[in-house]
């Protein structure tokens, strides 16, 4: 049966965190009623589970007006509804179509204006424009505000181009170096950080200088440099600055991001379940980053359902790095949950489908989650033949100096030839010991590493009996049987 407060009920459930947070911190609510379906609603905003109800017996025009009022306050303070506001409006000025309303409104927020928003650059630009709207009128009071306006900000106009166009400089640094190839980035770390503590400068380049940080960190893997800055962030969003839901929830997506590499799964969990609260461009990313935390804690099932609720994102998206790491974790999740056949399936289709676009995005990432389902049925001719059409060891051979890489691929490879006899126990142990040597020193992969060994342990215990592989477990090769047993049969499968 529809709820009764079903339509608010939709809305409050939409609502984020920290914009709660800022209206109850801004609320000067007399109604004591509105301030306790307001504190409801804030309560509910930080579960990702099951959120509690709201008291039908209450009037239903005191919902209405709550709603109305939430609105009006977080549009008043969306950067994005602003920078609405100055497309709309240079339109009307480039069209000679503007409103005295709106020239009323332009004006009031040029003269009132003190220190660069979040879109300065295109706020300034506006102005710009409105001043030749003025003077060819020969509006000559108007066009003297507007004019003060431009000499007063014109050197953090310039300043703030020039910084975005450095940031753009950096950031072709830094995917250069997140994409295999020796280009260093991590001279860019310094000059982010400052741009993004400039409280004189505009929020736009400020957040983009923090979202290459994060890219960057997470490249080198310096994860404790992001907490401060998260941190900062966070108090300017409960403070109602640089907000719109859209940076709201790309904030959530990148926390949710250090926290797995922290190895902090719940707080990472929570943080993922915020970025898709409410459909955005770069809601594919988000779904897949949260479907792979969900398969590291075992929870496939979950993880499914995640990756199945952007069903339609995937079909619609030219965006091929989503796309395909779309199908890869979709076909992890069937793996998990022993649907092999299915998975396999899947595979094929897609790679018919899209070949030359899975090798020109991510091959890899798709191929050990194919190569995993083929595996798992005992189809190792199968998987040979796969991997010799494709080439598949020759690529992974130049894979290797990537910071993600993992020799998944290879692993399959040499198991398949194992079990169809091309090689003996002793080349098998030899490989493996190798291939663990190169990668035991990653910390951040023991994990991921453990993995891939409870994976194919099953299909050749003889091998894995002789593996001296439990000091990268344990930090030691003389603890217990039984205490390597327990681990081993408690650790997340792949």
Same mark, same amino acid.
């Given at each position: ?11 409050? +459930? @939409?609502? %984020?965190?920290?914009?709660? #947070?800022?209206? *109850? ?5 007399? !109604? &004591? ?113 507007? +004019? @003060?306006? %431009?000499?007063?900000?014109? #050197?953090?106009? *310039? ?5 975005? !166009? &450095? ?116 809601? %594919? ?210």
């Amino acid at each position: 049966m529809r709820n009764k407060l079903q339509t608010f009920t939709d809305f409050a +459930d @939409a609502l %984020l965190p920290h914009e709660t #947070e800022y209206l *109850l911190s801004n609320q000067q609510f007399e !109604d &004591k009623v509105k301030l306790r379906i307001l504190e409801r609603v804030h309560e509910n905003s930080q579960r990702t589970g099951e959120k509690l109800p709201y008291d039908v017996s209450i009037d239903k025009r005191k919902y209405s007006h709550l709603k109305n009022w939430i609105n009006d306050r977080l549009k008043a303070i969306d950067v994005d509804a602003r920078f609405e506001w100055m497309i709309q409006t240079e339109q009307q000025i480039m069209t000679d179509s503007i409103e005295p309303a709106a020239e009323k409104r332009l004006l009031k927020s040029i003269s009132r204006y003190k220190r660069p928003c979040f879109f300065f650059t295109k706020y300034y630009e506006l102005a710009e424009n409105y001043r030749h709207f003025l003077l060819i009128r020969m509006r000559y009071e108007d066009h003297k505000i507007v +004019d @003060a306006f %431009l000499r007063k900000f014109r #050197e953090s106009y *310039l300043r703030s181009k020039d910084v975005n !166009d &450095k940031i753009h400089t950096a950031t072709a640094d830094i995917v250069e170096h997140y994409s295999g190839n020796q280009k260093e980035s991590l001279q860019w770390e310094e000059w982010l950080s400052d741009v993004f503590y400039d409280e004189s400068l505009d929020g736009l380049n400020r957040y983009y200088a923090l979202v290459r940080l994060t890219f960057l960190f997470l490249n080198y893997r310096r994860y404790d440099n992001l907490l401060d800055k998260f941190d900062y962030l966070d108090t300017r969003f409960k403070e109602g600055k640089y907000y719109s839901k859209r940076i709201l929830l790309n904030y959530y997506h990148n926390r949710m991001l250090v926290h797995t590499k922290f190895k902090e799964y719940d707080k990472a969990t929570h943080f993922g379940y915020l970025s898709i609260r409410t459909r955005v461009k770069d809601a %594919l990313l988000y779904v897949n980053n949260l479907s792979a935390i969900l398969l590291r804690q075992n929870r496939p099932a979950e993880a499914l359902e995640v990756l199945k609720s952007a069903s339609q994102d995937m079909k619609e998206t030219k965006n091929f790095h989503n796309k395909i790491g779309y199908v890869a974790f979709y076909v992890k999740c069937l793996n998990q949950l022993k649907k092999y056949k299915n998975a396999e399936n899947y595979s094929d289709v897609f790679l018919r489908a899209y070949r030359n676009e899975i090798f020109a995005y991510r091959w890899h990432l798709f191929f050990s989650s194919y190569l995993e389902s083929v595996l798992l049925q005992e189809k190792y001719a199968r998987l040979c033949k796969v991997a010799r059409k494709y080439k598949l060891l020759e690529r992974d051979s130049k894979y290797r100096d990537k910071a993600v890489y993992l020799p998944v691929i290879p692993w399959y490879i040499q198991v398949a030839r194992y079990k169809l006899e091309q090689i003996n126990t002793q080349e098998l142990s030899h490989f493996m010991q190798e291939s663990l040597r190169e990668i035991e020193k990653d910390t951040d992969k023991l994990s991921l590493i453990q993995n891939m060994v409870n994976l194919v342990k099953p299909l050749a215990p003889n091998v894995f009996r002789k593996l001296e592989i439990d000091h990268l477990f344990f930090g030691t090769t003389s603890r217990q049987e039984k205490e390597i047993k327990r681990i081993e049969e408690h650790a997340p499968q792949s």
